[in-house]
């Protein structure tokens, strides 16, 4: 077939036709017909391995256009998600588990983020401590200086996206703070990214610390925000909105969760504050869900199908009564706090009420025995970022998989080696990759930390 | 409206006329082929040029050897046939490629070496043919599933301009990329 161009070479070429002698490779592809080859690969393909062919390839795939080609061409995709938590182990050691398995998604998409947070993030010297879409705040390490009265701490932190491997060291800060460890802070990272805006600034993240300060109630509060816009820590003062007359920060959890511009953290009477670090003076509070157990705190914080969700498992473990787990969703949200004097508008509705002794298990009964018997001991681990029926639980060294629909419980996965106290695993953070993975900027010195 | 009989045979005339209207396309190296034009206009680009009034005797294609106008010549005209045979049974509802003939006539059109491959893509770029830039762009893309850079460049001649030192950061951070 393709001797058919030696034939008709014979005719005489005239002095403007050129005769094609060289290879046509690749390389002599326009940058446009590029990325039409590109854009059909996944996603792991195209962020791990094409990034690094070559710096023409590197340099047509890190750009917002790209971006955009990319998501338009893989209008269905999954959104996979990881669940990231510590735990003691049986020597008391802190342990990362990260989860990689799912009921529908290939397993090898996140088993290579998996194996790179281990191999960073030593759970004990270091922890990550909030999450944001793809991007986790880790903190490296703390170091209390002893020497000054009140005490003050140095923390380091990185930003760092596990899927593409981006890592990002924060400028060290000063905190007030009574602790050698970092736990006590409250935390939360916010970030966005808008491939549909080819701008340079058009992916963006905000850090902020909430110092913690004595356990009264307070109605103003410091913070510490980090600017991915200008590289640098500032502080404010933020005052609570009018009509709230005070509050205190709840015990856990202690990472503040993403929603609608806002961070939000638990404080008390199971109320919710929320604080947006792109305007530091405007600062809005949740009411309660109305069917809350009294006296008790709310137990997970979460998001799921982009909105605010929250849980609460009431009487138990130390009561008679049979146990419940209860899920609401926040709905009409309304940003603009100052219509409503300072309470955000936005309503927690009762999703699901589900008592334990309802729940069976196919797989594994004696799931559905355990929860029913006088003390069990049950955590809620996190939500499902989009499924609004299922919510992860850990029970005797499980995660198990809650359908508050079909009302089943089956077990998820393991967690290996894990020792007493097993059952007061910190709340896990979600990692969820979206369409297109969040960029970081990069340190003017080079690519990594 | 005339009578449904002789509009039916009016409509094939006019049909027929249309069908034998030819252009000539002549490639870089001075070779002229003599297409229907109804083939050669599944090139937008030289759809414009003939809407535009602009094919005189005949339309220059500077960027195309007569060997890979040849070829494309051949995809235009098997699947402007597919399209105009537009009985249901063609338009498949079982919507399994592998039973379309086409999908089969594709697959058999673009085991070429490379070279082909890529001036192929850069034809039907250049002449603007959706369907075979969706063809060789795919058949391109499936050659890099699974490659590790590495292999990638090997496999397209693509020339690594990180340096060393570069590459072992790369390295460093990415070795499950690199599996």
Redesign the interface.
Known sequence: MDSSVDSHSLLQPSCEVKRKRSITSMNDLPDCVLMEILVLLSLPSVVLRCKWVSKRWFSLITTPHFARRFVTQHPHVHHPFSLIFYYPDCCSNQRLHITTNSETQNESELKPLAAYLHNKCDPNTSSLRASCNDLLLWCDRAEQMVQHCPPVTMVFYSIINPFTRQCLALPPRLVPHPHSSSLGLRVGIICSYDYNNDNQHSSSFRVVLIPWSISKFTTQFNVHIFSSDTGEWSDSVVLCPPNLDGFKLSLTPLSAIPYKGFLFWSIDGARLLGFDPYDSTCCCVIEKPVQLEQFQEIDCLGLCRGRLRTSQVSGYPYRNEHPCLRVWDLLDFDKDSNNNGGRAGGKWCLKHELYFNQMVSEKSPWLAQYVTRIFPFVSVLAFHPSDADIMYLTIQSKVVLCNLQSRTLEVFCDIPQSGLGHHFIRHALTFVLPSWPTPLPFTETGWHC | MASSSTSVVVSNKEKENKNTKKVTLK?????SFEVDESVAMESQTIKHIIEDGCANNEIPL?NV???IL?RVIEYCKKHKEAAGESEPSVTSYTSNSTTNPLTEWDTEFVK?????L??L??AA?YLDIKGL?DLT??T??DM??????QE??ET???????TPEEEA??RK??Q??F?
């Not at chain 2, 070429?112 to 082909?116: G, S």
């Not at chain 2, 397209?156 to 301009?161: L, Q, R, S, T, Y």
């Open positions: 490639s870089s190296d001075g070779e500077p050897t007569s060997g040849s070429v070496d490379q070279n082909t890529f001036d893509i850069l770029n830039l762009c795919k391109v893309a890099m599933k699974g490659k590790t850079p990638i460049r397209f001649h693509i020339k690594n301009d990180y950061e790369v951070e990415n499950w990329a599996e």
